[in-house]
């Protein structure tokens, strides 16, 4: 019995492991790299992190794409610079005739008028479709009447779905929308008042009393607003004029709009993709009014609905891609330049363990490390510095690591905030040594930051400095505060994420020792981060941000009135009036000039931040691979690549 | 036997269930918006819009609805990662748990059981407690501890294995290894304790007294009642195994579907938590039934009282 226990044991192992090694096998590609989490998500609209990007813009193309050298914006699918109208506000882009998908098809003006139209789409809208909204004429307008559409829509539905309504409910469901959709049914309902109780029931008894088929009713809503959507987005400022021209229309003069194009958000999108779009019936779109795909439709090996698979028009195509396992990208036949590019083949490879795929490029199985965010960063630095490991190098990214100080919030967690007084932000700013935590605490070789946007970074842009470290200073602003007496000072909450621990520890020590304050340390999960901060939930909160575009308004834009990453709170309408006045300006060095003098107001006035650092980022290149070159965005096209093994 | 696999089958059915409603009463509870998956908000009108779509704005009806596709084995949606279903997620990533498991498990119990047998047989020598250590060493190391250890050895030092990545024979090697480690251990302390019970007892005795010879008995006659407890152990053990550990998937960037258990709790991607824990609680009822049916082959004392 136990004796053919064991003899099966054996057999089914010998079995499992012969299975597994039968498997066909892909030979090895020319380039192999490192992505440690994976790809997110492989949708242009969608993506918001940098390896994302990094695969998107390999695979496709741009009207622009960025010189890996200098970043400076340089023709892609567009052969020739933009045409741009006298007062800056219209852009004419003509497309190269020879632009090709990864199916052999002719890349037109539709396609990229198709890709930003579906990116700003509530349903597909991400992180980044604020690009296209705050900058082309009209999207801002469409996307606000079409969440009009989706509010009212998502309530009919709702209501034909039979909820069962309570007060709450039906409050949450009574927008102003669904009001006038009412309104054309003989249906007149009261708009809710707020979250009050009564007027909630009120409209909750309306609703229910009312003699409407809901089902009839939101069928008639979802095709009126369906059969309008084109009409709407005549509104919009993307002109398609032909086949090979592309005019765009924004909203205010824009210098760096051609840096801007080269973002995923703004590439092309092939045909096919619309065979994927859900419908309701032969209505385009959800029961809600969004627009979604089915989320398939980026891999290569998809084919419901007669469809060819992800078609890109890129140097190279997806070839395969195993999810959290690898991606393989193979140059497209088609492309242009596909005849002169000699890295034929790369391998995308998901090692969760950073330390693992160090060790994995060590021994030689991995050519390529784009990130290489370990915990001993620091010998990573040293390594690289010190000239005895050629290979890894120091990548000085544009990006900014700051505090984030409640401007808003009278108390947080049941104490009072002390730092809606300009005075305390600065004591607490002034006290700080940064270079103490770039050198002695956090030794990656990051650059200690003098203002929020970086310098040398922005053509044409000089930063202003910020105040300077002085604890004298920062005694006696606390002091003029009102909290001169230890006794009196409060007690104040900084939060983190657990990789900020070295960071915080050093903050925390700095400011209990030159201003006697108690501060309590809260590390928190991101998610849970994320919520306190969208709730104001804290006094002193951690802060980074990467630039999406070269030009200082992506820091600056962060800290208007309710901007959405506007974490501090800060409100100041002489700040937004400058940031506004700078976009209407023609004059480029004027411009340059208002939006210097708005960062003056945010790191010597009014410190709602505070800039401590602008990140350096190590990557590692064998020496056997050429043409990466290590620059502020870890941009790495592959096509200019050479590997000699 | 029929009935007593139908109420197993049914009690299994309830714990499921069970597990399933607490899960659920947790993601619901814990902080966190699944809809926000990248730096910058999620348009207000537009997360209603999506909340109403995928059941979330209705805790009720999401519980029912998540439930009603899980019967038909759908899991729905994933936020996180976009691009790929949970079914998707969970269906490429259970199998190489599953082979990685089916393999350490197997090698668990062939190299366990031997060497349990053999420090039993030895008692208080030197090789009883060569085992004895070795089986504390496999216990109380950690799997991060063994399996970087094996990588520094097998990997960069000798350069004899690949690190990382997955797709050949020579990327299960350290894998299954350190996750057979602590199991064999553990088989192994319950087959020589099992085994030291056994061997005094009387029917074990009247074997050798009738002449046969000490392998005869060892295994042949006392083995069976000896691994009893193992049997017990290896249902949940198998489980375990089956589902995947973080820590291995970590270390050798195994695409398992442990991590994905850890990943979308920390994404509150409620569909594919839900979904990983429904599959794990019904693999774990299984392998433990599976265990109890073993039983009744081994010891036809359990048999008859069913």
């Known amino acids: 019995m136990i004796r053919y226990f064991l003899i099966t044991c054996t057999a089914v192992w010998l079995v499992a492991v012969l299975a597994f090694t039968c498997r066909p096998s892909e030979p090895p590609a020319d380039l192999r790299y490192v992505n440690p989490s994976g790809i997110h998500t492989l949708d242009p609209a969608r993506m918001s992190w940098t390896q994302d990007f990094r695969v998107a813009l390999n695979i496709w193309e741009g009207l622009t794409t960025w010189d890996p050298n200098t970043l400076a914006p340089l023709p892609a699918a567009s052969d020739q610079p933009p045409q741009v109208s006298a007062d800056g506000s219209i852009y004419s882009f003509a497309l190269r005739r020879n632009g090709r998908w990864s199916n052999g098809d002719p890349v037109t003006a539709v396609d990229f008028a198709r890709g930003w139209r579906r990116a700003i789409e509530p349903g597909t809208a991400a992180d980044y479709a604020f690009l296209i909204t705050d900058h082309i004429r009209g999207a801002a307008e469409y996307v606000a009447r ?15 779905d039979g909820w069962d309504l309570t007060p709450q409910r039906a409050c949450d469901l009574t927008t102003s929308s669904l009001l ?18 009564g007027s909630c029931r009120s409209v909750q008894e309306c609703l229910t009393a009312a003699e409407v088929d809901w089902r009839a009713l939101h069928e008639r809503a979802l095709r009126d607003h369906a059969a309008s959507l084109d009409s709407m987005f005549a509104g919009v400022g993307i002109e398609v004029r032909g086949d090979w021209e592309l005019v765009i229309h924004l909203t205010q003069p824009c210098p760096y709009l051609p840096d801007l194009l080269a973002l995923p958000v703004f590439l092309p999108l092939h045909e096919s993709i619309e065979r994927l779009r859900v419908r309701e019936g032969d209505v385009p779109l959800s029961p809600e009014g969004l627009v979604i795909y089915d989320p398939q439709w980026t891999k290569p090996d998809y084919h419901r609905a007669d469809y060819p698979g992800l078609t890109t028009n890129g140097p190279y195509r997806l070839d395969s891609w195993v999810f959290k396992q690898r991606a393989r990208m193979v140059v497209n036949a088609y492309h242009r330049g596909a005849g002169e590019i000699s890295c034929r083949a790369v391998d995308m490879l998901v090692m969760e363990n950073v330390s693992a795929a160090l060790m994995a490029y060590e021994a030689g199985d991995v050519d390529f490390l784009p990130a290489m965010d370990v915990p001993y960063d620091h010998e990573i630095a040293r390594l690289a510095q010190s000239g005895r490991r050629l290979d890894f190098h120091l990548c000085q990214v544009s990006a900014t690591y700051f505090l984030n100080f409640n401007c808003v919030s009278d108390t947080v967690r049941g104490r009072i905030n002390p730092f809606r007084d300009a005075r305390v932000r600065k004591a607490f700013a002034r006290s700080i040594d940064k270079r103490a935590i770039v050198e002695q605490v956090l030794r990656r070789g990051d650059r200690v930051a003098e203002s929020f946007v970086p310098a040398d970074v922005m053509p044409g842009y000089d930063p202003p400095n910020g105040l300077s470290s002085d604890a004298a200073e920062a005694r006696r602003l606390l002091a003029d505060a009102g909290y001169s007496d230890g006794s009196v000072t409060p007690t104040v909450d900084f939060l983190y994420l657990p990789a900020d621990e070295r960071v915080a520890q050093a903050l925390a020590r700095r400011w209990r020792e030159t201003l006697g304050v108690r501060v309590e340390l809260r590390s928190m999960e991101s998610k849970t981060f994320a919520e306190d901060i969208a709730d104001h939930r804290f006094m002193i909160a951690r802060g980074n941000w ?4 070269n030009d200082p308004t992506t820091y600056l834009n962060c800290l208007t009135t309710g901007n959405g990453n506007n974490d501090s709170g800060y409100a100041n309408p002489e700040f937004d009036r400058l940031l506004m006045e700078a976009n209407a300006a023609a004059n480029p060095s004027t411009r340059m000039a208002l939006l210097a003098k708005a960062e003056r107001m945010i790191v010597q006035d009014d410190v709602p931040i505070w800039p401590l650092l602008h990140y350096a980022l190590p990557v590692a290149i064998k020496p056997h ?16 690549v050479t590997v000699r093994r | 036997m029929i009935r007593w696999l139908i109420r197993r089958l049914w009690l299994g059915l309830v714990t499921v269930f069970c597990v399933y409603t607490l899960t659920f009463l947790m993601v619901i509870a814990v902080p966190g918006n699944p809809f926000q998956q990248g730096q910058h908000r999620v348009a207000a009108e537009t997360e209603m819009a999506l909340r109403a779509r995928y059941h979330m704005d209705d805790n009720w009806l999401y519980y029912w609805e998540f439930l009603r596709g899980a019967a038909r084995l759908d899991f729905g949606p994933t936020f996180m990662y976009a691009d790929w279903t949970c079914n998707q997620i969970i269906g490429s990533a259970l199998p190489v748990s599953v082979l990685i498991g089916i393999l350490a498990m197997l090698t668990a119990v062939m190299i366990g059981v031997p060497l349990g047998v053999w420090a039993a047989q030895h008692k208080n020598t ?46 299960l090697v350290l ?4 996750l057979a480690l602590p199991f064999t251990a553990y088989i192994a302390r319950l087959t020589r304790s099992g085994m030291f019970d056994v061997l005094s007892q009387d029917f074990v005795r009247t074997a050798f007294a009738k002449g046969l010879a000490p392998r005869r008995v060892v295994w042949h006659h006392a083995l069976k009642p000896a691994l009893l407890p193992v049997v017990g152990y290896l249902g949940p053990a198998t489980a375990q195994a089956l589902t995947g550990s973080f820590v291995v998937e970590k270390v050798f960037g195994v ?12 994404n509150r991607d409620a569909g594919l938590m839900l979904g990983a824990v429904l599959v794990f609680s019904t693999l774990l009822v299984l392998f433990n039934m599976l265990a109890d049916a073993a039983y009744t082959l081994i010891d036809p004392r359990i048999r008859q009282a069913l």
């Open chain 1, 625 to 640: 691979v050429q043409g990466l070159h290590p620059n502020a965005r870890l941009w790495f096209p592959f096509r200019h």
């Open chain 1, 146 to 160: 079409r969440h009009q559409a989706v509010t009212a829509l998502t309530a009919l539905k709702r209501l034909a």
């Open chain 1, 546 to 549: 990467y630039a999406d575009y």
């Open chain 2, 255 to 266: 695409p398992g579907i442990g991590q994905h258990f850890v990943n979308a709790a920390l």
């Open chain 2, 126 to 171: 030197w090789i009883d407690i060569s085992c004895l250590a070795l089986v504390l060493v496999g216990i109380s190391l950690p799997t991060f501890v063994t399996g970087t250890s094996l990588i520094v050895l097998f990997c960069v030092s000798w350069k004899l294995l690949p690190i990382g990545g997955w797709g050949g024979v020579s990327h």
């Open chain 1, 180 to 197: 006038l959709l009412l309104q054309t049914m003989g249906v007149h309902c009261p708009a809710a008042n707020g979250d009050d109780e």
């Open chain 2, 175 to 178: 894998p299954v290894i350190t």
